[in-house]
């Protein structure tokens, strides 16, 4: 289920490249799935989530930029994308650390 939640967190991701106006709400349904998919213990695709997110806002939506930096509460929002953008990693740690473990147990 992990590797699941994990592809689907990393597809979500790539279609919201090509996706114009609504890219936005399909990166952050990206990285609450990425986030997810790290609970359960998936590293690989939760951590490439993010990333691939990073390279469209930063790189490859520069209308994006543009309105994140003309609105009036510019560093609400540069918070809220890094906030967004940390998701999977927090969920990592606390996978990690046994804060929170839901990664399918054997014999159950």
Request: hydrophobic fraction near 60%; charged fraction near 10%; glycine fraction near 8%.
């Amino acid at each position: 289920m992990k590797t699941v939640l994990g592809i689907a967190a990393l597809a979500l991701a790539m279609i919201a490249i090509v996706v114009p106006h609504n890219g936005l709400y399909l990166s952050g349904a990206a990285l609450l799935l990425g986030g997810l998919a790290a609970l359960a213990g998936e590293k690989s695709f939760a951590a490439a989530t993010p990333v691939v997110i990073a390279v469209n806002l930063f790189f490859l939506s520069p209308y994006t930029l543009e309105m994140i930096n003309k609105s009036r509460d510019v560093l609400m929002l540069w918070v809220l994308v890094v906030v967004f953008l940390a998701i999977p990693f927090i969920a990592m740690a606390l996978s990690s650390s046994g804060a929170f473990d839901f990664s399918e147990r054997k014999g159950h």
